[in-house]
């Protein structure tokens, strides 16, 4: 069946993950630089919800195994 929708629950989910992502990525992936772009991907259905985050900033191959741990506060809260 179609979604005509999403719950409240998951809508909040969905917008702390982004609001996560795009509060790191200007902190983090573009530090003191000015210009930078971020995409933000969401695609649900009946077999679950994929977010893509995606930035060009200048994070480094530490802090991205880092961040594929899920050491991160922001991985963390999102598998909650």
């Not at 630089?33 to 009946?46: E, F, L, N, Q, V």
């Amino acid at each position: 069946a179609a979604h005509d929708g999403v719950s409240p629950k998951l809508a909040n989910a969905l917008v702390r993950i982004v609001n996560e992502f795009v509060s790191n990525s200007t902190k983090h992936a573009f530090g003191s630089s000015s210009s930078g772009s971020i995409r933000i991907a969401i695609t649900g259905g009946d077999q679950g919800w994929t977010i893509l985050c995606k930035d060009d900033g200048n994070a480094t191959k530490q802090d991205a195994e880092r961040g594929a741990s899920g050491a991160g506060l922001g991985t963390q809260g999102s598998k909650a």
